[in-house]
């Protein structure tokens, strides 16, 4: 019997969600949240992010990927809905799947932006374990970069709307001239999504048995992932030698780092017994 792929999908605020479970061949003890990244990141991780649902439930695993209201394929509108309703949306989705599947045993998996919102919600929602692939530490410091990027990519391009906003948009928190929010290659962050990005902080990791998942060309794990594994007796760190495929257009490969991620839960699943 092979693992099935079929779409699911629930209902928040009125607004359909949807998205693609993977189901091992026999019942999963434990299922996983996939928490995806943010923008042209979500475009750019969604191979990786479908080959890590395929394989976890190649091993064993319930797998569960749903798009955040107002991405992917779920409804509404990008502008309409900031982090806060992302939350929501995660919350609401691992109540569906323990509805669906009586597992109460769900863990997050989750990527850049992904990855430190699991981290937030985590402890609400009962999970039983974290995966977080290159969580983001601090949100000031990555609006800074997503305006950077958009500017570069404006000048590569010659693109007069992107070097335009780019050079007219701020980091959340700090001076700004006009209220409209910032254009971000076509996604529209609002003042609303911008101040809660620049609130952003991953300052420490809950009470659970978690894995921080870094990929660099050192292969070196950072000092605030350190810092932040230091303070939680749980949870481990690794590095891995890999581009940052979340900004990349190419293919690139993510099998080390997905094998990684299915070799640690394996190991929490024979902790269970």
């Known amino acids: 019997m092979d693992l099935t792929q079929e779409p699911v999908s629930l209902e928040i605020g009125g607004v359909p969600v949807r998205g693609i479970s993977y189901q091992p ?73 323990r509805a669906l599947s009586g597992l109460e045993r769900v863990g997050l998996v989750g990527l850049r932006l992904g990855a430190t919102l699991a981290a937030e919600i985590a402890p609400v929602v009962g999970a039983c374990c974290l995966v977080l692939w290159e969580p983001l530490f601090e949100g000031r410091r990555y609006v800074r970069e997503l305006n950077q990027r958009t500017a570069i990519k404006g000048m590569l391009t010659g693109s007069p709307r992107e070097i335009a906003s780019s050079g007219e948009s701020r980091v959340a928190g700090s001076e700004r001239s006009d209220q409209e929010g910032m254009d971000l290659g ?49 949870a481990q760190a690794q590095a891995l030698v890999l581009e940052p495929f979340w900004q990349r257009v190419g293919l690139v490969n993510t099998s080390p780092l997905i094998t990684a991620t299915v070799q640690w839960l394996a190991s929490l699943e024979a902790d269970y017994g």
Do not use: M
Request: glycine share 10%; charged share 20%.
């Open 25 to 97: 061949p026999s019942p999963a003890r434990t299922g996983l949240v996939l928490c995806d990244p943010f923008a042209e990141e979500k475009k750019s991780s969604e191979n990786t992010l479908a080959a890590l649902g395929r394989a976890l439930a190649a091993g064993g695993f319930s797998a569960w990927h749903y798009d955040y209201r107002g991405t992917g394929d779920s409804g509404g509108d990008f502008e309409q809905f900031a982090l806060e309703e992302w939350r929501d949306d995660l919350r609401a989705v691992i109540e569906q799947l």
């Open 186 to 234: 076509g996604y529209l962050l609002t003042p609303a999504l911008l101040e809660q990005l620049g609130a952003l902080r991953l300052a420490a990791l809950p009470d659970l048995p978690a894995l921080i998942l870094e990929c660099n060309g050192r292969g070196q794990v950072t000092t605030r992932a350190q810092a932040l594994v230091a303070e939680a007796p749980q």
